[in-house]
């Protein structure tokens, strides 16, 4: 049974930087398509970013692109989001997310598996 587990989350101010990191346990990452999604107060879950199990391409929101960068270590069965120049519209809950072979990138509804989620608050 596959289970996530984010870390890294915590509370900054504009124009800092954060790492967050997901393990999955019960099964290799190399057959999921793995990512993020944040939920913002209010607001519905948005597509963060990801990273494909076929060819590991990368894909991001346009309001992350060039600020935020998805990667993953095999070895260690994890991926990692580090953030930088973060700004106080990216504070939300971040979810960690997994899916087996799933080829629809941006779409929730393609991840079976979702961690419990770290909170990142950006606040001056």
């Known amino acids: 049974q596959v289970e996530l587990v984010e870390s890294g989350g915590d509370s900054v101010q504009p124009g800092d930087s954060l790492r967050l990191s997901c393990a999955q346990s019960?099964?290799?990452?190399?057959?999921?398509?793995m990512g993020w999604f944040r939920q913002a107060p209010g607001k519905e879950r948005d597509f963060v970013a990801a990273?494909?199990?076929?060819?590991?391409?990368?894909y991001y929101a346009n309001s992350v692109k060039g600020r935020f960068t998805i990667s993953r270590d095999y070895a260690k069965n994890t991926i990692s989001l580090q953030m930088n120049s973060l700004k106080p519209e990216d504070t939300a809950i971040y979810y960690c997310?997994?899916?087996?072979?799933?080829?629809?990138?941006?779409?929730?509804?393609?991840?079976?598996?979702w961690g419990q989620g770290t909170q990142v608050t950006v606040s001056s």
């Open positions: 997310v997994s899916g087996f072979r799933r080829n629809n990138i941006r779409a929730s509804n393609e991840y079976e598996h």
């Open positions: 019960g099964r290799t990452i190399r057959d999921y398509t």
């Open positions: 990273i494909s199990w076929t060819n590991s391409a990368t």
